[in-house]
Structure formats: C-alpha cells, structure tokens
C-alpha cells in the first residue's frame, strides 16, 4: 500500500512541479534580464535537464517526506527532517565562509545533492577558477546528484514499508 502512494505521489508532484518549472523559468528569466542581470547561455537539452530535473527532484523529495512520514509516524518530525536533510545542506553551502571541502562533502552525500541538476555552468579544465558549490559548481554529474536523492528516498521507503509491516502483525 505504501509503494502504492509512493507511485501516485511521485507522479502527481512530477507534474505539478514539471507545470511549474515550464511556468516559472521563462518567468524568472525575463525579470532577471529586466533586473540587469546577465543570463549565460545554455542548450536546449540543458533546459530541458534543469527543468525535468527539478520536476524530478521535487517528486523524489515528496516520496522521501512521505517515507520517513511513515517511520516516524508524526507529521511535525517527518517534516522537520526532510526539510533540514534536504534545505540545510544547500544554506550552507550557499554560505561564502564555508571551506570547500565541506561544501563538497555536503554536496556529494546528503540530499541536497539533487540540486546538481540545476547547475548550468561547465568547468572546464584550462580555466583556473574557483569550481565550488558556492559559485554554482557541483562536485557531481547532474543525474549522479539526483541518484544519491534517490538512494535515500528508495531505501528510507524500504525501511518504511518494513517497519508498517511490522507494526501491522
């Protein structure tokens, strides 16, 4: 039954967050130019990464909060947890103080490093710049960012369903 709500939620949260991330980037994009601001250009396939990555990442985080929902049993701590596993990692590395290595470490083995699908900019191996989170570089591949969301959701979701068929016998 859990798996079952898994799936559902999965998709619904894909959609949602897939409509607003269509509605939302072309959005951002004009207030961001009209602001000043400078848009570097990217690919198409790389837009359309951003924008089913995100969509992705939100429905892989729905299905993590309802996971640990279920082992947890109470709302409040559920909630509290997704929240600080997922959005504290990415506040702390967004901090200018913090050591590179730390970003890195937190951007390869928490949550948070889902948001790798988000990067846009390349490195690249002749420039000599300062390639951390920080400055919008992830340490991993876009999609090997968002397996390790996975990973956590898939195995706290065998944990859960585990734990639901222990309390139910």
């Not at 959609?15 to 570097?40: C, D, K, M, Q, S």
């Not at 250009?41 to 996971?67: K, N």
């Not at 490093?113 to 690249?124: E, G, H, I």
Request: charge should be positive; hydrophobic fraction near 55%; glycine fraction near 8%.
């Amino acid at each position: 039954m859990l798996v079952a709500k898994a799936i559902v939620l999965w998709a619904v949260t894909f959609v949602a967050g897939l409509a607003g991330t269509l509605v939302a980037t072309p959005l951002g994009e004009r207030l961001a130019r009209g602001n000043g601001v400078y848009i570097f250009p990217v690919s198409p396939s790389t837009e359309l990464r951003v924008g089913l990555g995100t969509a992705a990442l939100l429905a892989t985080a729905s299905v993590l909060a309802l996971s640990v929902g279920a082992i947890f049993r109470h709302s409040a701590g559920a909630v509290t947890t997704v929240i600080v596993a997922l959005v504290l990692p990415y506040i702390l590395i967004a901090i200018p103080f913090m050591p590179a290595s730390v970003s890195d470490w937190l951007a390869r083995v928490t949550p948070g490093a889902a948001f790798a699908l988000q990067q846009t900019l390349v490195p690249y191996d002749q420039v000599a710049s300062n390639y951390t989170p920080y400055c919008g570089y992830y340490p991993l591949e876009p999609w090997a960012g968002f397996a390790v969301l996975a990973g956590y959701a898939m195995v706290s979701l065998a944990a859960a369903a585990f734990l639901l068929r222990r309390r139910d016998a």
